[in-house]
């Protein structure tokens, strides 16, 4: 499945974004999802996980209450909203759909990668 992220800018200490991921396939309903992030100069990380049909939802600590990540399976599209971002919130974001109807959190698990969309919080 192809992906395409959207979404990002640059936005103050305090406010909120919301990333979209449009997906090329109607069997985007089938794949759990999942959003991963990359600061300048570290390794991509986790961020959040949705199972295919949106009942089960999982999120790395350094995001829990902040973030919500959904999805649209009648648009084909995957979302993650990020409230009181915070500087170290700084990075590209990934979408990616994952190798099963499952949420997961390794990104091995996942085999298709959306070409990233930067957010740039400002202190």
């Known amino acids: 499945v192809q992906l395409q992220a959207y979404g990002g800018g640059l936005v103050q200490a305090g406010g909120s974004l919301r990333l979209s991921c449009a997906a090329s396939?109607?069997?985007?309903?089938?794949?759990?999802m999942g959003w991963f992030r990359q600061a300048l100069g570290k390794e991509r990380e986790f961020v959040a996980a949705i199972n295919f049909s949106g009942s089960n939802t999982y999120y790395a600590d350094s995001v829990k209450g902040r973030f919500t990540i959904s999805r649209d399976n009648a648009k084909s599209t995957l979302y993650l909203q990020m409230n009181s971002l915070k500087p170290e919130d700084t990075a590209v974001y990934y979408c990616?759909?994952?190798?099963?109807?499952?949420?997961?959190?390794?990104?091995?698990?996942?085999?298709?990668w959306g070409q990233g969309t930067q957010v740039t919080v400002s202190s």
């Open positions: 396939e109607r069997t985007f309903s089938r794949y759990g």
């Open positions: 990616a759909a994952a190798r099963s109807s499952y949420y997961h959190t390794a990104q091995a698990d996942f085999g298709s």
